[in-house]
T-cell receptor, first 117, second 115 residues
Framework: AQSVTQLDSHVSVSEGTPVLLRCNYSSSYSPSLFWYVQHPNKGLQLLLKYTSAATLVKGINGFEAEFKKSETSFHLTKPSAHMSDAAEYFCVVSGVRSSGSARQLTFGSGTQLTVLP | EPEVTQTPSHQVTQMGQEVILRCVPISNHLYFYWYRQILGQKVEFLVSFYNNEISEKSEIFDDQFSVERPDGSNFTLKIRSTKLEDSAMYFC?????????????FGPGTRLTVL
């Protein structure tokens, strides 16, 4: 079984200030972790992914996330928010039950990021 | 850049009617998925599909649902007799493989409204 908890349903920051979106996960399998972003009327776009290669993962648009196994966390950060970052962000865990079976993504409930001018 | 496309963007139907949601996955991808998001709730996995058969399905994916790849490009989700609670955004996704390095690419979604 696997699950994801996004600790904040809404986060509001001023443009130019840091962003922190929090995520905790649990998984019975060897997990892969992702952050997806959804802009209004758009599909889900992958920001970054953790696949056991490195614990600090850099993604698109200046975002990064750090995998902390001891804390079962995968928080998303960005040093300086831009107006275009306003969107909904989903933390996602993925695992396979058996070799070769298709991966099933389990989504968090989402965090709506508002960027104030 | 290749992308997953979905049609229609919005579908309105009467309860009890059949609907077919269409998706065109990325052309060299082999694995296909449907997810749904009821308004205000999490995105939920419905089904995965590989080699012309269902690979995995969730408890949500009951006998009212079916998937098909009728030709080399389309991947469809059929709901046989829609219920009010089927109203949701339905996302199609595809991936090249199932390793931890294979990203699932999502389409923009179809908003299904059942009246």
């Amino acid at each position: 079984a696997q699950s994801v908890t996004q600790l904040d349903s809404h986060v509001s920051v001023s443009e130019g200030t840091p962003v922190l979106l929090r995520c905790n996960y649990s998984s019975s399998y060897s997990p892969s972790l992702f952050w997806y972003v959804q802009h209004p009327n758009k599909g889900l776009q992958l920001l970054l992914k953790y696949t056991s290669a490195a614990t600090l993962v850099k993604g698109i648009n200046g975002f990064e996330a750090e995998f902390k196994k001891s804390e079962t966390s995968f928080h998303l950060t960005k040093p300086s928010a831009h107006m275009s970052d306003a969107a909904e962000y989903f933390c996602v865990v993925s695992g396979v039950r058996s070799s070769g079976s298709a991966r099933q993504l389990t989504f968090g409930s989402g965090t709506q990021l508002t960027v104030l001018p | 850049e290749p992308e997953v496309t979905q049609t229609p963007s919005h579908q309105v139907t009467q309860m009890g009617q059949e609907v077919i949601l269409r998706c065109v996955p990325i052309s060299n991808h082999l694995y296909f998925y449907w997810y749904r998001q009821i308004l205000g709730q999490k995105v939920e996995f419905l089904v995965s599909f590989y080699n012309n058969e269902i690979s995995e399905k969730s408890e949500i994916f009951d006998d009212q649902f079916s998937v098909e790849r009728p030709d080399g490009s389309n991947f469809t989700l059929k709901i046989r007799s829609t219920k009010l609670e089927d109203s949701a955004m339905y996302f199609c996704a595809s991936s090249e493989g199932t390793s931890e390095y294979n990203e699932q690419f999502f389409g923009p979604g179809t908003r299904l409204t059942v009246l």
